[in-house]
């Protein structure tokens, strides 16, 4: 039988792959990738980067494998690993099934008796949470919020809900265009609170901003929001 490896890529700096997660790219026989051109493009800048003989090293099957396309590629990768190939399931950027398809393909993978190894590598969630500051004893990540106002609104009254009884950290991702509207939103439900806006994390034009809610708006008034974000705030 073969195994399933979950390998982390760079969120933003090549050099953040790990050795382990370097080999395991260049010894498995299927990379099951969201992009297979961006997967593609990482594998040749790795070679180039970090292979002193860069012919040396063959390069892996590469199978996409994004949202809405998951279901009906998991019988096949279950079919490979069931022939003894051994396949690696990697996101754009970061460590897989974080925000990412994945997590049904590792069910699949138990429920078939299959092994499932994760690596530990690049993660903006914990980058941000160690940077920021903020207590880093319990934290509860919550993914994106909800696209449509009315539904992101019940879902930050529902998470203060529950702060109330477990006090934590939290993360949150959110796209530049949906910034400004659920920064309000965060500030209606919580008030005009402390919070951690972390930008383009390893990246060269990262930034960490540490202010009110208030004063995130106001500066991304000024300066439209560009790039990957967290969003983080205690409770």
Do not use: W
């Amino acid at each position: 039988m073969g195994i399933l490896y979950l390998v982390p890529t760079p969120i933003g700096n090549l050099a953040d792959i790990t050795l382990r997660g370097l080999r395991t790219l260049f010894e498995v026989d299927v990379i099951a990738c969201e992009d297979t051109r961006r997967t593609g493009s990482l594998l040749e800048k790795l070679l180039t980067e970090f292979s002193p003989n860069p012919e040396d090293k063959r390069k892996p099957k590469l199978l996409s494998y994004y949202d809405q396309i998951e279901l009906r590629r998991i019988p096949e990768i279950i079919s490979l690993l069931q022939l003894g190939k051994n396949v690696a399931l990697v996101s754009d950027a970061g460590t897989p099934a974080i925000s990412d398809p994945g997590f049904k393909l590792v069910r699949a993978c138990i429920a078939e008796g299959l092994s499932v190894i994760s690596l530990p590598g690049a993660s903006s969630i914990l980058t941000a949470l160690t940077v920021s500051g903020l207590p880093t004893d319990k934290f509860l990540f919550v993914g994106y919020p909800p696209h449509k106002p009315g539904h992101r609104v019940s879902f930050f009254e529902d998470l203060k809900v529950s702060l109330e009884k477990v006090k934590s950290t939290v993360i949150l991702f959110e796209a530049p265009h949906k910034l400004m509207t659920s920064l309000k939103d965060l500030q209606h439900v919580f008030g005009d609170i402390d919070i951690v806006v972390c930008r383009e994390l390893t990246k060269m034009y990262e930034e960490v901003r540490r202010e009110k809610i208030s004063e995130s708006l106001m500066h991304f008034k000024k300066t439209p929001p560009k790039g990957e974000f967290v969003i983080l705030f205690h409770q």
